[in-house]
């Protein structure tokens, strides 16, 4: 991003090296499994993928062994966010969880500390051929350099850019990118 005068300017450019978009849920699920009394659990969806584009990608199932009480935790959290508790439901109230003041135990403090047991897997999906419209438009890169003629900026003129490191951006490549 260039900032010249009053009117702001933008610049697409090639990655330098393999760069992959990270997405988080828009949802969690949360199953209680009191009534599946040990047995394997099949056909339970575990998410939903938006089809926002039709690149190949990689998605990371996590699982966690939750204690009741923690797990009753969550669901009141969740039950909260999506606002899933019904008609005749109270209004939310603060969530107490297990962390506290030290120094003053009557002080309110948000939050849980949870230890879980997980298992994590990774599924590769090929998404080309699905039919319908993804939900957003890749526009081709602009292929043209940054102007460098009466241009504040020195020559030489910007093909490529790093692919910075961040919550939403990585370039090491995903386990099980095929």
Not at 14 to 23: G, L, M, N, S
Not at 50 to 71: C, G, H, I, N, R
Not at 110 to 125: D, E, H, K, P, Y
Not at 136 to 144: L, W
Request: hydrophobic share 35%; charged share 20%.
């Amino acid at each position: 991003m260039i900032y010249l005068g009053q009117q702001l300017r933008y610049f697409d450019y090639i990655c330098e090296t393999d760069c992959w978009k990270i997405r988080y849920p828009e949802k969690v699920n949360i199953f209680d499994d009191k009534f599946s009394n040990g047995k394997t659990v099949s056909g339970l969806e575990v998410g939903t993928l938006p089809l926002y584009t039709k690149e190949d990608m990689v998605v990371e199932v996590q699982q966690f062994s939750l204690t009741p009480a923690a797990y009753q935790y969550y669901k009141v959290l969740k039950d909260i966010v999506d606002n899933a508790s019904g008609f005749n439901a109270p209004p939310p109230a603060a969530l107490i969880g297990n962390l506290y003041n030290v120094n003053d135990p009557d002080e309110f403090v948000l939050g849980r500390f949870t230890a879980a047991a997980s298992s994590t897997i990774n599924v590769f999906v090929e998404r080309r051929f699905i039919d319908g419209a993804p939900t957003e438009t890749r526009q081709p890169p602009n292929i043209n350099t940054e102007p460098t003629i009466g241009s504040p900026f020195p020559p030489p003129p910007t093909q490529l850019a790093p692919c910075e490191e961040s919550r939403y951006r990585t370039s090491i490549e995903p386990m099980g990118w095929q």
